[in-house]
């Protein structure tokens, strides 16, 4: 095929050919049990857009009836609306909004929330902008001259979090981000051509971010708009959401495999909390040799380890093996390690006269690196 560029030039070119057909926007709503919601958005949004030339795409992963309320409210909408109920929500709500993305037809595509946050209003605007400043993406502002964020954000943890995170996230990534003051917006609209789905990886909610990094857009403008508290329902974000977004975060900077070890080199340091502290118990406490304790001790620590590497960096690959496959081969994985350290440290200290701290660290740090590509690519081989 031919290159990403070329393929993107091309769309370009056929998106402004005046063809009868084309379609100007297409707004994509990714919709998690939003029933209440629906009714309002599409009222609003079709008092504030042209009925021709638009379409409203939901993408829905929604467990209550949201699906048939959208339906529903649709036949009673001047702008053509259509619903993808996905059955395999992977993503979250970036693999919703790629979704959305590709089921898209219009020139410009603006991405917003169901629940009213983003003021429908303000989509005529961010189509008008982009068009008017020659931009590929136009970002809503909470942060810009003239957007706010404090009505949305109810309570000082959401603002601390929010805050830090959109923090967090500019120094990060400072080259991609230089023009945009508000990356976990969740509202943004994107020239059509100057997309790249086949590129994008989405992983909750910081869609924008995902094709921020990925897609690098050329112009970036922004419009500031005043985040509004939810209209109906409640929010989807939660502490595991959050901990999908630290993942995100570190995948996006790093690539995936080196994220994979990053973590696993954080559970391997948090590791040497039971060990010593075993040992500890074992040895001062209770009077155990220290050869006897410190086995045990190890035990103790590869424990740990495998509950850590299990559920939370190896989670989304646990199906490709049974518990029991899986915590025999963690631990003689954890115990081996004895096999290549010892001979190593023997060689290290003996033959080329190293310091035994040194040594001692050197083979930590090599068998740390082989465990994990024994662990990465065959007992969680994806
Ligand atoms: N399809 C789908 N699948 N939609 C989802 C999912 C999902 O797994 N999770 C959430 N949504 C939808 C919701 O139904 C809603 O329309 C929209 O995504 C935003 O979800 P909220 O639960 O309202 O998110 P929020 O208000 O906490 O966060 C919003 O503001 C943040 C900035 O503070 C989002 O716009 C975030 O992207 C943004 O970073
Ligand atoms: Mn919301």
């Known amino acids: 095929p031919a290159p990403a560029s070329v393929r993107a030039a091309l769309r370009g070119t056929i998106g402004e050919l005046p063809v009868a057909t084309a379609l100007k926007q297409t707004i994509v709503v990714p919709t998690y049990n939003e029933r209440d ?14 009925h021709d030339g638009t379409e409203v795409v939901f993408v829905d992963d929604s467990t209550d009836d949201t699906p048939d309320v959208i339906r529903a409210a649709a036949a009673d909408c001047p702008i053509p609306v259509t619903v993808v109920h996905r059955e ?23 991405v917003m929330d169901a629940d009213l946050q983003h003021p429908p209003e303000v989509v005529p605007a961010l189509v008008a902008a982009g068009r ?17 964020s404090r009505a949305g954000l109810d309570g000082g943890y959401r603002r601390l979090v929010s805050g830090g995170s959109t923090l967090v996230t500019k120094v990060i990534f400072r080259n991609n981000l230089i023009q945009v003051s508000d990356p976990m917006s969740g509202l943004f ?24 990094v990925r897609n690098r857009p050329g112009r970036i403008v922004e419009v500031p708009y005043a985040f509004q508290p939810r209209h109906a329902g409640e929010s989807k974000s939660s502490l595991a959401e959050g901990v999908r977004f630290l993942k995100h975060l570190a995948i996006l900077r790093f690539g995936a ?11 391997g340091v948090s590791g040497l909390l039971p060990n010593q502290g075993t040992l500890w118990f074992l040895h001062e406490v209770a009077n155990v040799h220290y050869l006897p304790a410190a086995i045990i001790a190890n035990l103790v620590a590869v424990g740990w380890n495998f509950a850590l590497t299990d ?22 994985l954890g115990h081996a390690d004895l096999l290549l350290r010892l001979p190593l440290l023997a060689l290290l200290v003996s033959g080329l006269h190293v310091g035994v701290l040194i040594a001692n660290l050197i083979t930590l740090l090599v068998s740390f690196v082989v465990r994990f590509l024994i662990l990465d690519g065959v007992i969680y081989r994806a």
């Open 257 to 267: 495999k080196r994220a994979r070890m990053l973590v696993f080199a954080l559970i």
């Open 37 to 50: 919601n629906i009714g309002t958005l599409l009222e609003r949004l079709a008092a504030a857009l042209p």
């Open 132 to 148: 008017r400043d020659g931009a590929d993406l136009v970002v809503g502002s909470r942060y810009a001259g003239g957007g706010s």
């Open 311 to 332: 559920t939370l960096l190896y989670r989304d690959r646990r199906q490709h093996r049974r518990f029991t496959g899986r915590i025999t081969r963690f631990f003689v």
């Open 88 to 110: 395999h929500a992977t993503g979250g709500l970036g693999g919703a909004v790629v979704e959305g993305l590709r089921a898209a037809r219009g020139e410009w595509i603006v």
């Open 189 to 212: 609209a994107i020239r059509a051509s100057s997309l790249e789905t086949e590129e994008l990886r989405p992983l909750g909610y910081k869609i924008l971010l995902e094709l921020i």
